[in-house]
């Protein structure tokens, strides 16, 4: 079964078009994240949501909004691609009362052109 | 908030040579640091983790050290395959925040 799942895999969309990511986790944690990979493989937090609620938005220019229907998932919004969006995108979920351990998507790789 | 530096960002072993990676913190607040294993095209995975009431921790192959007074921690994995081989992270948690993470190194195990 998989822990943490992400859709599409693979995203590729022109400059200007808005598109979303779904993430779904099924261990039943409190808290999930989306990370951006850049080229040179940094890994840097955008987004963190604890039972449904933001509670972490860093630097992140608002044409990304994440939306949580649930506690269970976690989806990226973004408006108007830039050519700098191009990234992996992976989401993460923890269980903070269970310890700190995060599991990670598969990611999905954006290419905007 | 808290910066986490890994070197080397490259490292290329014989196989069956040991691997060494290291990371320091900055934030003498943070408790938890875990390490992430990376193969190409999949997420990252946690290997092995170290809380700060402990200095070492061994699973196997890989053995993590923590020490707390200099604020650096490292990853050693001994008699390298190649399937050891990808990106790996450490990363360093304190309080409600996110894993901050290291920039990452690419290890080659060469057979």
């Known amino acids: 079964d998989t822990a943490v799942s992400q859709t599409p895999k693979y995203l590729v969309t022109q400059m200007g078009n808005d598109k979303s990511i779904k993430c779904e986790q099924n261990l039943g944690h409190d808290t999930m994240y989306w990370y951006k990979q850049d080229s040179k493989k940094f890994l840097k937090i955008m987004f963190s949501?604890?039972?449904?609620?933001?509670?972490i938005n860093e630097t992140v220019p608002n044409r990304f909004s994440p939306k949580s229907p649930d506690k269970a998932h976690l989806n990226l919004h973004i408006n108007s691609l830039e050519l700098g969006d191009s990234a992996v995108y992976f989401c993460?979920?923890?269980?903070?009362?269970?310890?700190?351990?995060?599991?990670f998507g598969q990611g999905t790789r954006l290419t905007v052109v | 908030g808290e910066n986490v530096e890994q070197h080397p960002s490259t490292l290329s072993v014989q196989e069956g040579d040991s691997a060494v990676i290291k990371c320091t913190y900055s934030?003498?607040?943070?408790?938890?640091f875990p390490w992430y294993k990376q193969e190409l095209g999949k997420g990252p995975q946690l290997i092995i983790d170290?809380?700060?009431?402990?200095g070492e921790k061994k699973d196997q192959r890989i053995a993590v050290t923590l020490n707390k007074t200099a604020k650096h921690f490292s990853l050693h994995i001994t008699e390298t395959q190649p399937e050891d081989s990808a990106v790996y992270f450490c990363?360093?948690?304190?309080?409600?925040?996110?894993?901050?993470f290291g920039k990452g190194t690419r290890l080659s195990v060469i057979a």
């Open positions: 934030d003498s607040a943070s408790n938890y």
């Open positions: 949501y604890n039972n449904k609620e933001l509670i």
């Open positions: 170290i809380r700060s009431n402990v």
């Open positions: 993460a979920s923890s269980q903070a009362a269970r310890g700190l351990e995060a599991f």
């Open positions: 990363a360093a948690h304190s309080g409600n925040t996110p894993l901050v």
